[in-house]
């Protein structure tokens, strides 16, 4: 699948705060907390679960969101496919890094070990 500008834009343009409910409800409905998620969310983005509450509260879309983030250098070793595209061939750096996010919480939600999510 070929990802195109207006994709690009369309994904940048969301807010944090449109798809955080459904990043919960794919953790915990495989057994896992809103800890968990927090945990892996801080361990790429530097993000606490403070900062998350103000960034829903104030509804930053996914640009400002990484643009802002202390990204973990150990984010280039997240690898393998999400939504169809193999994360560490995406070549806009703002769309890996939403695909990064998207990679590790898919990885928390299908029971992968903390540790190995991590990738320290």
């Not at 969310?41 to 400002?64: H, M, P, R, V």
């Not at 496919?81 to 750096?93: K, L, S, T």
Request: with cysteine; proline share 2%; charged share 30%.
């Amino acid at each position: 699948m070929k990802l195109t500008m207006k994709m690009n834009t369309k994904v940048f343009k969301m807010t944090f705060a449109s798809v955080y409910p459904h990043y919960l409800k794919k953790v915990e409905s495989k057994g896992r907390t809103v800890e968990e998620l927090h945990q892996v969310i801080e361990w790429l983005t530097g993000y606490t679960a403070s900062d998350l509450n103000q960034i829903i509260e104030n509804k930053i879309d996914f640009e400002t969101f990484f643009n802002e983030a202390k990204l973990n250098p150990n984010a280039a070793k997240i690898k393998g496919v999400i939504c169809g595209y193999r994360v560490e061939n995406i070549e806009d750096p703002l769309y890996q890094k939403i695909r990064y996010l998207d990679k590790i919480i898919d990885e928390l939600a299908k029971g992968k070990a903390l540790d190995k999510i991590l990738r320290e």
